[in-house]
């Protein structure tokens, strides 16, 4: 196979299976990883793909928008489903406190909630903060701010400072892209912002997130990997990235 050839197959492989690993494609092209890193710089710069740490991805799974959540709410619903689901099980015991992030997985989690479970909940969102401020045995704390249309979260100096202060069991965290290299990422950069003061706030970080978020990274990264300790996903993702992320010491639960 000639190297355009083969470049040519390379992309069409990543457009299709999304992030590939170098050493996958060593494999499959049978050529080494130095011939492989060569072919993905060549079709990084033509813009076909974009290199991420230890292999590549779609040229458009590097971007800086961000769908509303009107968007997000039935994209890979029966998925985020599970996640939350099995969230309950990280919820910390009667009485705790617990950061929830603004998000639509983390909104299904909410919306498991009953007025029997006892917790200090503490959220930026308000479609959050409005489903759970009925429930009884709820003790709800609202961070203040500037509250973005896209995402309906409130971010600025007020929740950062509210932040500041907390020391919470639990953080529940969603994220827009989650890779090796780039930590987790969003596309807003207060957005981050507060979702960087939530995960520093608790003593135990569980990332909700399904699997087409793995191997993608936005604009500005808010987290490392080695801030995270559960990371609860679908079973959509690939072997060599659960492999990767067990081996960062992150326990990975699939819903």
Same mark, same amino acid.
């Given at each position: 196979m000639y190297a355009e050839e083969r470049q040519q197959a390379i992309a069409e492989l990543i457009s299709t299976r999304g992030r590939i690993s170098v050493a996958d494609l060593s494999s499959t092209y049978g050529v080494t990883t130095e011939t492989v890193r060569r072919d993905l &710089?060549? !079709?990084? #710069?033509?813009g076909v793909v974009r290199r991420v740490h230890g292999g590549a991805v779609p040229a458009s799974a590097l971007t800086a928008t961000e769908p509303g959540v009107g968007e997000r709410e039935y994209t890979r619903a029966e998925q985020k489903d599970a996640i939350a689901a099995a &969230?309950?099980?990280? =919820?910390?015991? @009667?009485?705790?406190?617990?950061? !929830?992030?603004?998000?639509?997985?983390?909104?299904? $989690?909410a919306a498991l909630l009953s007025s029997e479970r006892e917790l200090i909940l503490?959220?930026?969102?308000? @479609?959050?903060? %409005?489903? +759970? &401020? @009925?429930?009884?045995?709820?003790? !709800?704390?609202? =961070?203040? /701010? #500037?509250?973005? /249309?896209?995402?309906? %979260? %409130?971010? /600025?100096e007020e929740a950062l400072a509210a932040l500041a202060w907390l020391r919470t069991d639990v953080a529940f965290i969603g994220t827009n892209a989650l890779s090796l290299g780039h930590g987790l990422s969003t596309p807003d950069s207060d957005e981050a912002a507060?979702?960087?003061a939530m995960v520093r706030s608790a003593n135990h970080v569980v990332v909700l997130a399904d699997s087409s978020k793995i191997g993608r990274e936005h604009l500005v990264s808010f987290a490392r990997l080695d801030d995270i300790d559960v990371l609860i996903t679908d079973?959509?993702?690939?072997?060599?990235?659960?492999?990767? $992320?067990?081996?960062?010491?992150?326990? +990975?639960v699939i819903a």
């Amino acid at each position: 196979m000639y190297a355009e050839e083969r470049q040519q197959a390379i992309a069409e492989l990543i457009s299709t299976r999304g992030r590939i690993s170098v050493a996958d494609l060593s494999s499959t092209y049978g050529v080494t990883t130095e011939t492989v890193r060569r072919d993905l &710089a060549i !079709l990084d #710069r033509l813009g076909v793909v974009r290199r991420v740490h230890g292999g590549a991805v779609p040229a458009s799974a590097l971007t800086a928008t961000e769908p509303g959540v009107g968007e997000r709410e039935y994209t890979r619903a029966e998925q985020k489903d599970a996640i939350a689901a099995a &969230a309950l099980d990280f =919820l910390p015991p @009667p009485g705790g406190s617990t950061v !929830l992030d603004a998000g639509t997985t983390t909104g299904r $989690l909410a919306a498991l909630l009953s007025s029997e479970r006892e917790l200090i909940l503490i959220t930026n969102s308000v @479609p959050i903060g %409005a489903r +759970v &401020a @009925p429930l009884t045995g709820i003790k !709800l704390r609202m =961070l203040g /701010g #500037r509250v973005r /249309g896209t995402t309906q %979260a %409130a971010v /600025g100096e007020e929740a950062l400072a509210a932040l500041a202060w907390l020391r919470t069991d639990v953080a529940f965290i969603g994220t827009n892209a989650l890779s090796l290299g780039h930590g987790l990422s969003t596309p807003d950069s207060d957005e981050a912002a507060v979702k960087r003061a939530m995960v520093r706030s608790a003593n135990h970080v569980v990332v909700l997130a399904d699997s087409s978020k793995i191997g993608r990274e936005h604009l500005v990264s808010f987290a490392r990997l080695d801030d995270i300790d559960v990371l609860i996903t679908d079973d959509g993702i690939d072997d060599n990235d659960h492999k990767s $992320l067990t081996d960062q010491g992150i326990e +990975v639960v699939i819903a």
